[in-house]
């Protein structure tokens, strides 16, 4: 569908990009927002480093991870000890606020404008931040949300309470096993409700999301738009990327722009038509504001 050939920043001007990047946002009647883990990062919610070692250290001391991503995968001996991670991981990455006020800083940007966002991202940040919820589609689940491990329903289950309890509780790296999760319905654990594999739970609150985000697309598919990408990598590019640039490429009034620090890009087919920054987004949101 599109060329080999892909335009880069390096090509462009990072602060005649960053002046392009403002106008179309004073212009546009629409602004469309994809988000990917490179926002969170920039906004300071990092998954290793620093930030991990003061919170895992026991973890990667005992297991050998260096990462919370890589200790979400990890096959600890007891759920207790699974859970004492998961618990910890919760609290500091969807029940603290981020460091820096990026997302804030972007709601600014767009909240007196037709917007609507979807993301990749499970902290939920957005809500957090002020955006509309009703604007908002998290397509890969939730860190506030538990779902059977079976799954035997498809309903997915508050857990603030539980992981709290679980992350005040939890002693020599496990929590208490009365604090075990389990459904309601079938009594099987509960597991995070976390896109990962095929048993993943689309519930109501995700399939009304999903419906209201793809009737804002077509309603104004032919609009003055800005896709602005944020942070979008190539884990999962058909979620975000990939129909960006074909809705850019089908509506001739649209703009495309990607801010990702270290691979920003378009095909060649929308060029013209990309806004392409290849530097931290927390520092291009700041410049945005003046």
């Known amino acids: 569908m599109f060329s080999r050939m892909m335009t880069t920043q390096s090509t462009k001007d990072c602060f005649a990009e960053i002046e392009r990047l403002k106008s179309a946002l004073d212009t546009a009647e629409t602004v469309i927002i994809g988000a990917g883990a490179g926002l969170s990062t920039a906004a300071g919610f990092t998954y290793s480093g620093v930030r991990f070692h003061e919170n895992f250290s026991d973890f990667e001391e005992k297991y050998g991870f260096h990462d919370m991503y890589s200790g979400g995968f990890f096959p600890f001996e007891t759920p207790e000890e699974m859970w004492a991670f998961w618990s910890r991981n919760i609290m500091l990455n969807r029940y603290t606020e981020p460091p820096k006020p990026v997302y ?16 990749t991202n499970v902290d939920h940040c957005f809500q957090k931040a002020g955006f509309d919820k009703n604007r908002l589609f998290y397509t890969q689940g939730d860190y506030g949300l538990f779902q059977c491990s079976e799954p035997c329903c498809n309903e997915t289950f508050d857990n603030e309470d539980t992981v709290k309890q679980m992350y005040e509780q939890q002693r020599d790296m496990k929590i208490p096993s009365s604090l075990l999760p389990k459904c309601p319905h079938c009594g099987k654990p509960l597991t995070m409700n976390l896109r990962a594999d095929d048993t993943f739970v689309e519930d109501e609150g995700w399939h009304k999301a999903a419906e209201r985000y793809s009737d804002f697309i077509r309603s104004r598919k032919n609009s003055p738009v800005l896709y602005l990408e944020l942070g979008v990598g190539y ?12 809705l850019t490429a ?7 722009a990607c801010v990702n620090f270290g691979d920003a890009s378009a095909p060649y087919e929308i060029a013209e038509r990309s806004i392409l920054i290849n530097k931290d987004i927390s520092m291009v949101l700041n410049e945005l504001q003046h």
């Open 235 to 246: 884990n999962t590019p058909v979620i975000i990327k990939y129909p960006f640039w074909q």
């Open 104 to 119: 804030g800083n972007l709601l600014s940007l767009v909240e007196n404008k037709d917007y609507f966002v979807i993301t």
């Open 250 to 256: 089908e509506n001739p009034n649209a703009v495309y």
